[in-house]
């Protein structure tokens, strides 16, 4: 009996160890750390579509836009003209200030989760095309 709760000290006591080390490891490979923004004045609002044959215009947000498609796909421009596809169980973020114009054909429903200042509009339309 003592035998057995020896060994399953031993093995708690070399789990605590192993823990620790692997811990350690990771805080080391931290060089540095700056909190960039750190506020209480923002606001995150959802908001699901369901639409066919889509294109949201040449756009950009002041925050992060996170998409997740659940049905189709998208062709997303963003930060180039060349679009790449985001399908149903994919997930992209639109960079804060950058245009981005996200076109479907067929039916598409996805979410997106917006981070924005409050008071600031979610969206911005852009009337020129970035793309020659």
């Keep these: 009996m003592r035998v057995l709760r020896s060994k399953k000290i031993a093995a708690l006591v070399g789990t605590v160890l192993v823990a620790a080390v692997l811990t350690a490891v990771g805080l080391a490979s ?6 960039q923004t750190d506020s209480n004045n923002v606001r995150m609002r959802i908001v699901s ?4 044959d889509y294109d949201s ?3 950009t947000h002041p925050g992060p836009a996170i998409v997740q498609v659940t ?3 998208f062709q997303v421009y963003q930060g180039s003209c060349t679009p790449k596809t985001v399908a149903a169980g994919d997930t992209f973020v639109e960079v804060p200030g950058v245009p981005v114009r996200a076109v479907a054909v067929g039916r598409i429903n996805w979410t997106t989760t917006l981070i924005v200042p409050y008071g600031v509009s979610p969206l911005t339309p852009i009337s020129t095309n970035p793309c020659p």
């Excluded at 931290?30 to 909190?35: K, R």
């Excluded at 579509?49 to 066919?52: H, R």
């Design 30 to 35: 931290i060089w540095t750390q700056t909190v």
């Design 71 to 73: 049905l189709g796909s």
């Design 57 to 59: 215009g040449w756009h």
């Design 49 to 52: 579509f369901v639409a066919s």
